[in-house]
């Protein structure tokens, strides 16, 4: 009787490990794989770092790259101060229009991307802005301001009105309220949502495919590109070293969110 | 007074400054700099595009792409900035009705005639107002030397019990049908109704013996032995045959198949006319196309480069196919109202 809870125990961490395999064991082979003498995915036939050479020759591959830097370094930006206002508008603001505004605001997460992509394609169409990796930046605002509004909005939600009630009473004025107690307190959420604006723009092929311009190959398009030909381990190395960019912002982030949170909770 | 005069003084270095660009267009380019090219993933070597750099001083931006529909989207939405884009035959049936390419001035493009005569003048560009031949290529069948009794020449390979559970055939309505319709003897563009019919009832029957439809993966799966013998496109299967020459082998089957076409065109759109032409006059240069061949594995529709191409290339069968195969082999036409029935014959098969 007794061994019953302990055995749910190690059911349940077996089926926690089988869990976490599936979901990373093929990053693990791609990471393995691009180590890997053989041309073929196939089979191991001993270490090399013959494709991270590769890579740093491939001229097309560095450009999407850069790219794609570019357009995520922009696009969080843009997106992220706009996804904050608008989630400070909508959460404090009231105002005529406010409920429709906010479904308005959550509408492009719900919208197939081939629909968002093709209805950005004409809209560029129509007002005739040639393509290039500006509209690109458009695009990607375009589909991520919602997500960071809702993520900011989430945290402001959870915030205590009456610290900046506490801070009008104190004598502040509206933006020193706004610069010195929401905004602290509202950074986790901020910055959460910059990561996930990031993440979004650095994988996004199908809306990237209708309005990439002249010079505006992104990765994704690079990489489905290089499908034609069949994936070669050059791709393997460059999304291990574009894993390796995103756990450390990850971490990074994570050290930036730790200390507000412990100096708040001081 | 004085200060309209300053604010019109004002206005006109404005006019100035912006002039230089105004004529540019005006004058379609003249003297371009710049070129931006829009064409399939591997399709023109870097080495390649240097060269034209060095000696033209024009700078060029390669973009690539791997759907003929990603290159339509772009088109029809008048606002990419390309010279010179590359679409598929049966793409332009599409693209010169719509008045999306420019017409071509065969008057500066002095090399035209190293052109294959083979493969001017098709059906979908009568008179080539409107494109160039520049790579092409057929479907046929790949195949594991080890797993079939003699070295495969025809299609009825594809529809041999011997290698049940061990074919793949395209996830492709007309190429599956073209199988069937070049090993009775009859064209892949075949419209009577009575013969269509007879084919689905040989592909229904052939259901039986395929393991899969598949037009993504076919070279991997016959490159890892999920299946013997595989329908598929010359690119890929040429690339996996030529990496394990002693097991994998890749054949136009003799009853002929079909031929693809890749073509040189000009958007009506392109801001930078005077280099797309030096472009394709490049490309027309024998060294140049036989450089291109040497390097990206399609053949060339340009004749004077053969002999400059690598022998082991132009030896290959699955690159440059025999003449006598090649002359049965046909391009892929639209069939009209014909295309209903076959929709629902195809549907017919594959729900069986």
Known sequence: ?266 | MRRTRELRSLALAFLVLLAPGGCREAKHGQGDRRLNVYIWTNYLPDEVVAEFRRRTGIEVTVDTYSANEALLAKLQSGVADYDVVVPSDYMLKGLIPQGLLAELDHARLPRLGNLDRRFLGQRFDPGNRYSLPYLWGTTGLGYDRRKVAAPIESWQAAFDPRYAGRILMLDDMREVFGAALKLMGRSLNERDPAVLRRAAEMLKAQKRLVRTYNSSDFANLLAAGDVDVAQGYNGELAKVATRDPARLAYVVPKEGSTLWIDNLVIPRSARHRDAAYAFLDYLLEPAVAARIVNSVHYASANRAALPLVAPAIRANSAIYPPPSVLDRCELIEDLGPVTTLLDRLWTEIKAQ
């Open chain 1, 1 to 266: 009787m007794r061994s019953g809870p302990r055995h749910a125990g190690h059911v349940l961490a077996a089926y926690t490990v089988l869990v976490y395999l599936f979901l990373y064991l093929p990053i693990a082979v791609l990471v393995v794989f691009s180590f890997n003498a053989s041309r073929q995915t196939a089979a191991w036939q001993g270490f090399t770092l013959e494709w991270y050479r590769r890579l740093a020759q491939d001229a097309g591959l560095q450009q999407a790259v850069r790219n794609s830097l570019a357009v995520g370094g922009l696009a969080t930006l843009v997106a992220t101060v706009l996804g904050t206002l608008a989630a400070l508008g909508i959460g404090r603001g009231r105002f005529r229009g406010r409920r429709a505004t906010q479904v308005l605001l959550i509408l492009p997460v719900v919208l197939p991307e081939v629909v968002l992509g093709a209805a950005l394609l004409s809209f560029f169409g129509a007002i005739a802005l040639r393509l290039s990796l500006a509209t690109v930046v458009i695009a990607h605002v375009v589909f991520s301001v919602s997500y960071a509004a809702i993520v900011v909005r989430a945290r402001l939600a959870g915030l205590d009105p009456s610290l900046e009630e506490a801070a009008r009473d104190l004598g502040a004025g509206p933006w020193e309220t706004f610069r010195r107690v929401t905004l602290p307190l509202a950074l986790p959420g901020i910055l959460a949502s910059a990561l996930l604006v990031f993440t979004l723009s650095i994988d996004d092929y199908v809306i990237t495919s209708f309005v990439a311009g002249v010079g505006a190959t992104t990765l994704p398009l690079h990489i489905y590109s290089l499908l034609k030909v069949g994936v070669t381990p050059e791709v393997n190395a460059v999304s291990t070293l574009l894993l390796a960019l995103t756990i450390s912002l990850i971490v990074v982030a994570q050290a930036l969110l730790r200390r507000p949170a412990a100096s708040s909770a001081g």
